[in-house]
């Protein structure tokens, strides 16, 4: 499984690289504000290298509330499955007679016909 990824790693390696070989002479002007901030004749593969790393940033960011969210949610189950384990472990400890009694009891206390 490793040399699949990392095969796919390099093949994605070289089209970025040969990208960036095709593209090196071309450039853009890049307005960020209008009419108060913009850059003339930047590099495409710099705007390409910084587009893809504030993307990076971006995943970085949201990827760690979704992890924060899931652990948050696993910390409630685990508490969740152990109060059910320790009410399943009371549950054992009961005898029948006394699950019995109980019936016995909630038949004869309840309102009469």
Same mark, same amino acid.
Not at 1 to 6: H, L, P, Q
Not at 13 to 19: A, E, H
Not at 95 to 103: F, M, P
């Given at each position: 499984?490793?040399?699949?990824?990392?095969l796919l790693t390099l093949v994605l390696?070289?089209?970025?690289?040969?990208?960036a070989m095709l593209n090196s002479g071309e450039t853009a002007t890049v307005t960020?504000?209008?009419r108060t901030l913009t850059f003339f004749q930047v590099?495409?593969?710099?705007l390409l290298f910084e587009a893809f790393v504030l993307g990076a940033v971006v995943w970085f960011i949201?990827?760690?509330f979704h992890e924060i969210s899931l652990r948050r949610q696993i910390r409630k189950l685990?508490?969740?499955n152990s109060d059910l384990n320790q009410?399943?472990?009371g549950l054992h400890s009961i005898?029948?007679? @006394?699950? @019995?009694?109980?019936?016995e009891q909630d038949d004869t206390s309840g309102p009469g016909i």
């Open positions: 499984m490793w040399v699949v990824r990392m390696v070289v089209i970025v690289t040969g990208f960020l504000w209008p590099p495409l593969v710099l949201v990827s760690i685990k508490r969740e009410e399943i472990v005898s029948l007679g @006394e699950i @019995e009694g109980h019936a």
